[in-house]
C-alpha cells in the first residue's frame, strides 16, 4: 500500500492547495491526503479545472463538487471559457498554474501539490531529449519547486500509473478517465502508449532510474548556474565582457555566460542562435583583433573593443510606433485592425469591447518594457513578454506587433495572440467590434 508519508514530510497545519482533476492519480493523491489531514491537522484545499472541452467535464466537476462536500473538504472550481489560437496544452497550464497561483495567494498555503506521477517525467525527459533543450530542461520536473512564499510538491513521483491505479482500485476510489489520453495526435500520448511500455519491458522500474537521472541532471546544473553567477561577477563589468577575465573561465562556463546575457535579447526564445553564432563571438574574443564586431540575428551586435566585449542591440531598425485608432488602421507588420459590424468568430483575431468600461479612443501601439495585460480567464496580470514567449511569437516580430491600449493606458487585446479581461462573449453587451487580419 503507498503512504504519501514515506516519500513527503508533512508538517503540522500545513496548508495545502491540491491540484485536483477526478483522474486516477489526482484522486489516488486527494485520498492519500485525507488519510493523515486529522494526523497532521491539515487545512486541504482542492482546485480543479474544468477545460470546457469533452462533454463529460460538467459531471466531474459536479463530482468532484460533492467529494469535497462529503469529505469536508473546500472546494474551490474555475471554468475555461474559451481559447485562443495557441497550444492547446500550453494554454491550458498557464491558465491552471495561474489559477493555483491565486489559490495559494488566497489562502496563505505553504504547498501546492499536483498528481505527476513517475510515468509523466519519464515521458518529460524523452520528450525534452528528441526535440532539444538546454541542460536543466533535459531534467524534466522538479519533485519539490521553490517559488519563495510557497512550494510546489509532486509527491506521487516515485510512483507509476499501475501503481496508483492499483490503489484507486484497493481504496474503492471512483475516477473518470480523459477519453484524450488514448488520441495518437498528442505527442505525449505517443510516448505514453508506444515508448514507455518498451522501457518497463526492459526495466520494471525504469521510473526510479529516470528520477535518478532527472536529479542528477539538476544537481550538475545547479552547480554550474552557481559557477557561472561567480565567473560574471569576475569577467562582468557594466554589462561589458572584461576579455581578459573571461578567457580564465573554462569553455562551458564561457558558453554559459554567453547565453545569459544573450538571453536578455532573446527573451528566452534562443531558437534564433545556435552553436555558429556562439562560436563567432568566441572567435572575436580569442582573436588578435582589437576592433571587431559581428552581427547576430534580430538585430544583435557583439561588438570588442580592446579587452572589453559589448552585446546590443540595434536600436535604429526597431519599429516603434503610435496611432489613434479611427475605424481602420494599417500597421507596420502588413495587416490591418478595422471595427466591423457582425463576426461570428470567437478567436483572438476579433476583439468585443464596452465603451463604458475603455477609455476611448483606443491607441494602436508597439510594446513598451514592462507592459503588463490583464488576460482573459486568468487571475491578475501577465507581462507582455512573457505572452510573446508561451505563443511563440518569433523574436524578430515582437518589437513591431500592434498592442491595443485605451486612453487611459489598459492594454485590451494582444491582436491574433491573447484577449483581455475587457473582452466580451458573443452573448453579452458590447458596441465595439474589432478585426485583426
Known amino acids: 500500500m503507498i503512504k504519501i508519508e514515506e516519500v513527503f514530510k508533512f508538517n503540522n497545519k500545513d496548508t495545502i492547495v491540491v491540484g485536483c482533476s477526478t483522474g486516477p492519480d489526482s484522486m489516488a493523491l486527494i485520498d492519500m491526503l485525507l488519510k493523515v489531514r486529522d494526523k497532521y491537522n491539515l487545512f486541504l484545499i482542492v482546485a480543479h479545472v474544468n477545460h470546457n472541452v469533452r462533454v463529460e467535464s460538467y459531471d466531474e466537476a459536479i ?26 496544452h500550453n494554454e491550458a497550464h498557464n491558465i491552471r498554474y495561474n489559477f493555483f497561483e491565486s489559490l495559494v495567494n488566497k489562502y496563505n498555503a505553504n504547498y501546492l501539490m499536483t498528481a505527476h506521477h513517475g510515468d509523466d517525467l519519464i515521458e518529460t525527459v524523452l520528450m525534452r531529449i528528441v526535440r532539444g533543450t538546454n541542460l536543466r530542461g533535459y531534467g524534466g520536473f522538479h519533485e519539490v519547486v521553490d517559488k519563495g512564499n510557497y512550494k510546489i510538491v509532486r509527491p506521487l513521483i516515485h510512483f507509476t500509473k499501475a501503481e496508483l491505479e492499483k490503489y484507486d482500485i484497493e481504496n474503492n476510489i471512483k475516477y473518470y478517465i480523459d477519453a484524450s489520453n488514448d488520441k495518437d495526435k498528442y505527442t505525449r500520448n505517443r510516448y505514453r502508449k508506444y515508448v514507455i511500455p518498451f522501457l518497463k519491458s526492459e526495466e520494471a522500474n525504469v521510473h526510479n532510474k529516470f528520477l535518478k537521472f532527472s ?29 581578459d577575465e573571461f578567457l580564465k573561465e573554462d569553455l562551458f562556463i564561457q558558453k554559459e555566460i554567453l547565453y545569459q546575457i544573450l538571453n536578455v535579447f532573446y527573451e528566452d526564445d534562443l531558437i534564433l542562435l545556435n552553436d555558429r553564432h556562439i562560436d563567432l563571438i568566441l572567435k572575436i574574443v580569442n582573436g588578435k583583433k582589437s576592433n571587431v564586431s559581428i552581427n547576430l540575428p534580430n ?13 546590443s542591440r540595434n536600436s535604429d531598425i526597431i519599429c516603434s510606433y503610435e496611432v489613434e485608432f479611427d475605424n481602420y488602421v494599417l500597421l507596420p507588420n502588413n495587416h490591418i485592425i478595422e471595427s466591423v459590424t457582425e463576426e461570428s468568430s470567437n478567436s483572438n483575431y476579433i476583439c468585443r469591447l464596452s465603451s463604458e468600461e475603455v477609455v476611448l479612443p483606443l491607441i494602436v501601439r508597439s510594446r513598451k518594457i514592462g507592459d503588463k495585460m490583464k488576460v482573459k480567464n486568468m487571475n491578475g496580470s501577465k507581462k507582455i513578454k512573457d505572452i510573446f514567449i508561451n505563443s511563440k511569437v518569433p523574436v524578430d516580430l515582437r518589437d513591431s506587433w500592434p498592442i491595443v491600449v485605451d ?16 473582452d466580451k462573449n458573443k452573448n453579452d453587451n458590447y458596441d465595439i467590434l474589432l478585426k485583426y487580419s
Open 299 to 311: 538585430s544583435v551586435e557583439a561588438k570588442r573593443s580592446y579587452n572589453t566585449l559589448e552585446l
Open 63 to 88: 463530482y468532484m463538487r460533492d467529494y469535497c462536500l462529503k469529505n469536508n473538504l473546500v472546494f474551490e472550481t474555475m471554468t475555461i471559457e474559451s481559447y485562443g489560437d495557441d497550444n492547446f
Open 215 to 243: 536529479k542528477n541532471i539538476q544537481e550538475v546544473n545547479s552547480y554550474i548556474e552557481k559557477e557561472k553567477e561567480k565567473a560574471i561577477k569576475q569577467c562582468v563589468l557594466n554589462n561589458k565582457i572584461l576579455i
Open 407 to 422: 486612453s487611459s493606458g489598459k492594454i485590451v487585446w494582444i491582436p491574433g495572440i491573447k484577449k483581455s479581461i475587457f
